[in-house]
């Protein structure tokens, strides 16, 4: 929808430890990154790094933006633009920070800011795997296109954005999450203690006895492949449970949600050890009292990176049938399925093409008052 857009978006990725600032037009980046450190423990000077930083964009640039679009680690009021609450990387944002506020006062451009998370799933749904797999069916001969998508990125937490009839959907209180959904295995933990970097390394301490160890997501997942010493087995089981407990979070919201799953973020260079146990869980079977199977997801599940199953999931399964009482017939295509892909566009751009399209389509709706 805004690949093609000449307006200019300024972006920011806030890390506890650096902030980011870029420049976008058409969802690609312009300008080469500005980083300052983020001075988060001092609020005075992590804000005036931030002006210091967005100013220095601005200025790069040879025309004037049309907005600030950026994402905020949580918890925060964002239609407001106010942080504040518990922000580990951000302590001192948590007596509340009317952010949105002071910097449009500063730029005289509107201000949007969102969680990591939704801009995410925005950023796929506009410029990354929804219009590509759209593309994919139309080029298949396919008649069937998505409008819904869940976005979840896998990395230091479990995030999820939702898209909806192709808008982002922020609920009511800016508190769409899934990392407090149950966990699978662990009776009365929350699911993210299962899905995260941290997951990963405390089954391949549990499972190797090696509680000491040192290795990162990815030295685990070159152990699991054979590319360094350690358990090979401790590292395979690591991301097997990852992928079932991630799977069976995801099959809540993909039976409400009923569109395209997409999942991004660094542990995803693991796929292939994650995705067979995740798409498992996400085809699997419940009960009813009177011993029915009755399926976990009640539409097909397809894993989209697969070449084999992306043309069943293009085909479908076309049907004629008569109308009753005269001599018209009709064809549908009677599989409901969805899919899951990983990010095309890398969870860091997907969320700034997320910004960027965010910030353009608010412009557009109030422009259309």
């Known amino acids: 929808m805004y690949i093609h857009d000449n307006r200019i978006v ?3 990725d806030a890390g506890g430890t650096n902030l980011v600032f870029g420049a976008m037009k058409g969802c690609e980046y312009i300008t080469q990154p500005v980083t300052y450190p983020s001075n988060a423990h001092d609020l005075d000077l992590c804000l005036d790094t931030m002006v210091k930083g967005f100013r220095e964009v601005i200025d790069s640039l040879d025309e004037k933006p049309v907005a600030i679009s950026f994402a905020f680690p949580g918890p925060a009021d964002y239609p407001n633009g106010i942080i504040g609450g518990y922000l580990p990387n951000f302590p001192s944002f948590r007596d509340g920070v009317a952010l949105g506020p002071m910097l449009q006062n500063e730029f005289g451009i509107p201000v949007f800011i969102n969680n990591d998370g939704d801009l995410f799933a925005c950023g796929e749904a506009l410029c990354g795997a929804l219009p590509d797999i759209n593309r994919r069916l139309r080029e298949a001969g396919s008649r069937k296109q998505y409008r819904n998508l869940l976005g979840y990125t896998f990395g230091t937490g479990f995030g999820i954005g939702i898209v909806v009839n192709g808008q982002l959907n922020r609920g009511d209180n800016s508190c769409v ?4 959904l149950p966990h699978k295995i662990k009776d009365g933990i929350i699911v993210e203690e299962g899905v995260a970097v941290r ?9 190797s006895g090696d509680y000491n160890h040192n290795f990162e997501p990815k030295e685990i997942c ?6 360094r010493q350690g358990n090979v087995k401790a590292a395979r089981k690591a991301f097997a449970e990852f992928g079932e407990i991630a799977g069976d979070a995801i099959a809540i919201a993909a039976q409400l949600i009923d569109g395209i799953i997409v999942i991004g973020g660094g542990i995803t260079a693991a796929r292939h050890l994650i995705m067979p146990s995740l798409m498992k869980e996400l085809r699997s079977k419940l009960a009813t009292i009177g011993g029915d199977a009755v399926n976990r997801v009640q539409m097909e599940v397809f894993n989209l990176d697969d070449p084999d199953e992306f043309d069943i999931f293009a085909k479908g399964c076309t049907r004629t049938i008569a109308v009753r009482g005269t001599n018209l017939s009709v064809e549908y295509d009677c599989m409901k399925r969805i899919g899951v892909t990983i990010s095309r566009l890398g969870a860091s751009k997907a ?3 997320g910004a960027y399209s965010f910030a353009l389509s608010r412009i557009d709706e109030s422009s259309q008052l």
Request: proline share 0%.
């Open 10 to 12: 300024i972006t920011l």
């Open 351 to 353: 969320i700034s093409a």
């Open 177 to 180: 999450e899934t990392f407090c």
């Open 199 to 207: 997951a990963v390394k405390r089954v391949y301490a549990e499972v």
């Open 222 to 227: 070159e152990i699991a492949d054979g590319k």
